[in-house]
T-cell receptor, first 116, second 112 residues
Framework: GAVVSQHPSRVICKSGTSVKIECRSL??????MFWYRQFPKQSLMLMAT?????????EQGVEKDKFLINHASLTLSTLTVTSAHPEDSSFYIC????????????FGPGTRLTVL | GQNIDQPTEMTATEGAIVQINCTYQTSGFNGLFWYQQHAGEAPTFLSYNVLDGLEEKGRFSSFLSRSKGYSYLLLKELQMKDSASYLCAVQGDSGGYQKVTFGTGTKLQVIP
């Protein structure tokens, strides 16, 4: 159980275009999902907390107009990188929290974004 | 805020035991996680500690001391496939809501 999928796994786009990344909880309902970004040889940095049916909570320094998050259902959250630039190239990882005793997060496989 | 420290790199021999330490400072502590991350992949959950003591799960064990702000991950009978980064993550209070903060990770290299 507790499987999280992410799509696409890899995307290459031109500078100025927008890219949408989907995160799905396959076998459970996730009221809360998280979006992380990881640059090479660095740890995961939380970008935002996505709550089903409400606005996402963004971390300091993350532009909410650039990184649009939608959590329309209990099994799907999307991250749209708008007007992507080369510096947005990174590994984007979502996670979903399984409510219960451990309150554990399970991660999707990640999306590697390359902006040319 | 939250501050997490763990060694950057460690090397250990196949079949041996290795202990990866993590110290943290946080407000409103609500749990500590260990994740394993292979290069180019997303993290996978290893363990969760919220109370003091040792949690054992197969070859992996995790220890927590809340009073000392200290945890360690113990890997026994090391295998080559255990070469990976090990992330310590702490859940604590941040501006009124619970947030998980990750350490920078310890890159473990297992050698024959």
């Amino acid at each position: 159980g507790a499987v999280v999928s992410q799509h696409p796994s890899r995307v290459i786009c031109k500078s100025g275009t927008s890219v949408k990344i989907e995160c799905r909880s396959l076998d459970f309902q996730a009221t809360t999902m998280f979006w992380y970004r990881q640059f090479p040889k660095q740890s995961l940095m939380l970008m935002a907390t996505s709550n089903e049916g409400s606005k996402a909570t963004y971390e300091q320094g993350v532009e909410k107009d650039k990184f649009l998050i939608n959590h329309a259902s209990l099994t799907l959250s999307t991250l749209t990188v708008t007007s992507a630039h080369p510096e947005d190239s990174s590994f984007y990882i979502c996670s979903a929290r399984v409510q219960g005793n451990t309150d554990t997060q399970y991660f999707g496989p990640g999306t590697r974004l390359t902006v040319l | 805020g939250q501050n997490i420290d763990q060694p950057t790199e460690m090397t250990a021999t196949e079949g041996a035991i290795v202990q990866i330490n993590c110290t943290y400072q946080t407000s409103g502590f609500n749990g500590l996680f260990w994740y394993q991350q292979h290069a180019g992949e997303a993290p996978t959950f290893l363990s969760y500690n919220v109370l003091d003591g040792l949690e054992e799960k197969g070859r992996f064990s995790s220890f927590l001391s809340r009073s000392k702000g200290y945890s360690y991950l113990l890997l026994k009978e090391l295998q080559m496939k255990d070469s990976a980064s090990y992330l310590c993550a702490v859940q604590g209070d941040s501006g009124g809501y619970q947030k998980v903060t990750f350490g920078t990770g310890t890159k473990l290299q297992v050698i024959p």
